[in-house]
């Protein structure tokens, strides 16, 4: 099993440009997170998903960012435009159904917006 | 609230017992899990306990956990210095989990 893989590694971009994040989840795995890191605020869940359908959004900052699971094995975390402030850690886990099923977490996404 | 709350750092030398503390607001938590984070890296379940029990022990790692005082706490016994990392405790308040801030664990050998 590889895991949870999440694109690019690292990202660099300028203020304003669009920048998408991917996430391939562990085969079989029915939730599908999206967490981002910074060190003011630790880790904050933006969005989930059950069965490639949003569960709860409350978490995304603001209209710039959106995110898609277009089907079970892939989705994709979007913002635009980019601003300084996103500069974070953000990373991608699934779990599988079931009471307590712990997540499993991607290697994450460091991205820097200048 | 929401709030899992964690001191911020522990040192410990090569062989002692660590022992990392969380607590946590909500008692409707039904699992509370711990995770390690190594640096570049993503967080690595270490182990979860179910809030119906008061210990867990596996290998190295003990959790014990006291719902009247919503506290959780592990222990790493003959910690290493490839124990050093940041852990997180987390709290299922919903599907998602909600974590603490981490605890930097430093190992002097």
């Known amino acids: 099993d590889a895991g949870v893989i999440q694109s690019p590694r690292h990202e660099v971009t300028e203020m304003g440009q669009e920048v998408t994040l991917r996430c391939k989840p562990i085969?079989?795995?029915?939730?599908l997170f999206w967490y981002r890191q910074t060190m003011m605020r630790g880790l904050e869940l933006l969005i989930y998903f059950n069965n490639n359908v949003p569960i709860d959004d409350s978490g995304m900052p603001e209209d710039r960012f959106s995110a898609k699971m277009p089907n079970a094995s892939f989705s994709t975390l979007k913002i635009q435009p980019s601003e300084p402030r996103d500069s974070a850690v953000y990373f991608c886990?699934?779990?599988?159904?079931?009471?307590?099923?712990?997540?499993?977490f991607g290697n994450g996404t460091r991205l820097t917006v200048t | 609230g929401e709030d899992v709350e964690q001191s911020l750092f522990l040192s410990v030398r090569e062989g002692d017992s660590s022992v990392i503390n969380c607590t946590y607001t909500d008692s409707s938590s039904t699992y509370l899990y711990w995770y390690k984070q190594e640096p570049g890296a993503g967080l690595q379940l270490l182990t979860y306990i179910f809030s119906n029990m008061d210990m867990k022990q596996d290998q190295r790692l003990t959790v014990l956990l006291n719902k009247k005082d919503k506290h959780l706490s592990l222990r790493i016994a003959d910690t290493q210095t490839g124990d050093s990392a940041i852990y997180f405790c987390?709290?299922?308040?919903?599907?998602?989990?909600?974590f603490g801030s981490g605890t930097r664990l430093q190992v002097q050998p």
């Open positions: 085969s079989g795995h029915d939730y």
């Open positions: 886990a699934s779990s599988p159904s079931g009471a307590g099923s712990p997540l499993h």
């Open positions: 987390a709290e299922n308040l919903r599907r998602a989990l909600t």
